[in-house]
């Protein structure tokens, strides 16, 4: 079973670049048909998808985040991460980590981690 | 974009009574070639992340209860607690995995009991 881990709650200065990471444990990182997936749920609101990777290194990003997006990963670590620039107080969120399966180019997220707060605030 | 609207965006249910959950998208997630529907329904209890409950608009995801189900096609689907439990009380999405970029989610119904 696919566990996905977060790191803890933090904070972040306007204008500075939010970096999270997550590390995946059990299994199917590099098995091709999973995209590694972040979503955000700002406080008290739905939930927005953010962009994946996939083992290759190909990505798919937000529009609206797109140009201060950049998602990576590092298959020795079984780790993928995030990092968004230029963040405001609307970058405050809850930051979850997610994989996605489905039929090898669309799917739906069965494994999800249990997120981190991050807040933007001097 | 695909826009996905829930409604309503809030209901209250009796225990052991039906609770029902639209949800419709800005264009058809139907693809023809495989015959599959790309909506997904998630179940989110306060303080946790969003747990997977039906894919492929309808088929249920393992370990979840058969007392939830999901039904439509192209636009329009529905979600269905056929009795709803005390530990059903959650925050319910819809989203759509037909096209990207964006994947995108409806705005959430929550349920509550009556």
């Known amino acids: 079973q696919v566990r996905l881990q977060e790191p803890g709650p933090g904070l972040v200065e306007p204008s500075q670049t939010l970096s999270l990471t997550c590390t995946v444990f059990?299994?199917?990182?590099?098995?091709?048909?999973?995209?590694w997936t972040w979503i955000r749920q700002r406080p008290g609101k739905g939930l927005e998808w953010i962009g994946y990777?996939?083992?290759?290194?190909?990505?798919n990003y937000n529009p609206s985040l797109r140009s201060r997006l950049t998602i990576s990963l590092d298959t020795s670590e079984n780790q993928f991460s995030l990092n968004l620039n230029s963040v405001t107080a609307a970058d405050t969120a809850v930051y979850y980590c997610a994989r996605e399966s489905g039929d090898g180019h669309n799917g739906y997220l069965d494994s999800w981690g249990q997120g981190t707060l991050v807040t933007v605030s001097s | 974009d695909i826009v996905m609207t829930q409604s309503p965006d809030s209901l209250a249910v009796s225990l052991g009574e039906r609770a029902t959950i639209n949800c419709k998208s800005s264009?058809?997630?139907?693809?023809?070639?495989?015959?599959?529907?790309?909506l997904a329904w998630y179940q989110q209890k306060p303080g946790q992340p969003p747990k997977l409950l039906i894919y492929?608009?309808?088929t249920r995801e393992s370990g979840v209860p058969d007392r939830f189900s999901g039904s439509g096609s192209g636009t329009d689907f529905t979600l269905t607690i056929s009795s709803l439990q005390a530990e059903d009380v959650a925050v319910y999405y819809c989203q759509q995995y037909y096209a990207t970029p964006p994947r995108t989610f409806g705005q959430g119904t929550k349920v509550e009991i009556k």
């Open positions: 264009q058809s997630v139907f693809y023809s070639p495989n015959n599959k529907n790309y």
């Open positions: 059990a299994g199917s990182f590099t098995s091709d048909g999973y995209y």
């Open positions: 492929w608009a309808s």
């Open positions: 990777i996939y083992n290759n290194g190909d990505t």
